[in-house]
C-alpha cells in the first residue's frame, strides 16, 4: 500500500494524469472528480445501471458514489462493466471489478487502458418498435405518420412507414411517446429515404437532441450490445451527418 501511495504521488508531481481540454483519455486514473459513470454486474447488462459520481483517486482505487445515494448489494471482487462520456460527446468503456464498497460508495479497480468510442460515431442497435411522428402543416396543425422502427443510434434513427417524406422535411416524435428510448418529444429531419417492397423507409437525424438524452440513448444501446452484441454494429457518424 506505500509504494501504490507513493507510486499515485508520483504520477500526480509528474502530470502523468493531466489532460488538455479535449485531449482522450487512456486510464481511469485520469478520470476528473465529478464525472458521471454508468455500471453494471458483468453478465447482468439488461438490469438498470446504476449512476455513480467519481469522488476520489487513489493509486489503486476510483471512489465513486451512487446518485441515488445507496450503494447496490455488490460484493468486493464483483466484476463491473463501466461506460461514461466525456469530450465532445465521445464515450468510453472499460471492465473492472468492485474492490471495496460501503453503503454510500463504491471503489473500483483502476485499468491502465479505456476503450473509447470515437466522438463521430455511434453505436446502431437493430430494433422493432412503433413510433409516431408528427409532421407540420399549416397554421400550426401537423399531420400524423404512424411507422415501426428498424435501427436507432445515437445520432438518428430508421423508419419504416406507408409514406414517404421530403428530403429535409422536420418531424417530433410523439410527446406522449412510451418505449425503450427516451424519445418523447424528440425532434428530427429526414436525411434520406428508399421504397421498399411494402413502404418506405426514413432515415431520421436527430435535431438539437441534448446531451442528457443522447447518453440515455446510447447508454441503452450499449446495454442492449453487451447482453446481445450480434444486433448492434459500430456506425459512423459526425454530429450533424445523415444517419443511414
Known sequence: QTLLAELGRIRVLLGFDQLTPGQPLRTTH???????????????ET???????????????????????????????????ACF???QGAE???????????????????VEQVQRLQAREFLRWDTAFPL???????????QVLEGQ??????????????????????????????????????????VASSLRSKGWTLHLQFVD?????EAQIVRRIYQQQLARPSRVHA????RGDPDD
Open 30 to 44: 485520469q478520470l476528473a472528480q465529478g464525472q458521471t459513470l454508468s455500471l453494471w454486474p458483468a453478465g447482468e
Open 47 to 81: 438490469t438498470p445501471a446504476t449512476d455513480c459520481l467519481v469522488v476520489a483517486k487513489g493509486a489503486s482505487a476510483l471512489v465513486t458514489t451512487p446518485l441515488a445515494g445507496i450503494a447496490p448489494p455488490w460484493s468486493p471482487g464483483t466484476p463491473l462493466r
Open 85 to 87: 462520456q466525456r469530450e
Open 92 to 110: 468510453y468503456r472499460f471492465a473492472t471489478q468492485l474492490l471495496a464498497c460501503t453503503p454510500h460508495t463504491l471503489s473500483l479497480q483502476h
Open 132 to 142: 409516431t411522428l408528427q409532421v407540420p402543416g399549416r397554421q400550426g396543425s401537423f
Open 149 to 190: 422502427v428498424l435501427d436507432i443510434s445515437g445520432g438518428g434513427l430508421c423508419l419504416k412507414t406507408a409514406q414517404a417524406l421530403p428530403l429535409g422535411t422536420p418531424v417530433k416524435v410523439e410527446p406522449l411517446h412510451r418505449g425503450p428510448f427516451p424519445l418523447a418529444g424528440v425532434k428530427a429531419r429526414v
Open 209 to 213: 437532441l441534448s446531451r442528457a438524452i
Open 235 to 238: 456506425h459512423s457518424q459526425r
